[in-house]
Nanobody
Framework: QVQVAESGGGLVQAGGSLRLSCTAS????????MSWFRQAPGKEREGVSC????????KYADSVKGRFTISQDKAENTLYLQMNSLKPEDTGIYYC???????????????????WGQGTQVTVSS
């Protein structure tokens, strides 16, 4: 049974940093595409960053490029999202998602993923 679980959210002032973790179980970590999504109040869930297993490349939403970094620890089956220079507009629930196959063109589309964590709240105050 595939499970993913996020941790590391919290309240931080604008300009601060947080590191989110996502621990996966029930899967072969290196064979699954792993991504971070977020959902702000009243808005649709959006892709933030991902690791594409087809070539190991990473991808970021334009809104977080240069500020967020995705990484992984394969030995620990853990995905990370280092978030620096946080802005109030980064506030939302952050989700980790996994799937064995996602279309290349839709790698940051929520409907491409079948396994989701419960989410962790990130609040950035101005």
């Amino acid at each position: 049974q595939v499970q993913v679980a996020e941790s590391g959210g919290g309240l931080v002032q604008a300009g601060g940093s947080l590191r989110l973790s996502c621990t996966a179980s029930g899967l072969t970590f290196e064979n699954y595409h792993m991504s971070w999504f977020r959902q702000a109040p009243g808005k649709e869930r959006e892709g933030v960053s991902c690791i594409d297993r087809r070539g190991g490349s990473t991808k970021y939403a334009d809104s977080v490029k240069g500020r967020f970094t995705i990484s992984q620890d394969k030995a620990e089956n853990t995905l990370y999202l280092q978030m620096n220079s946080l802005k109030p507009e980064d506030t939302g629930i952050y989700y980790c998602a996994a799937d064995a196959w996602v279309p290349f063109s839709g790698i940051l589309r929520p409907d491409a993923y079948g396994y989701w964590g419960q989410g962790t709240q990130v609040t950035v105050s101005s």
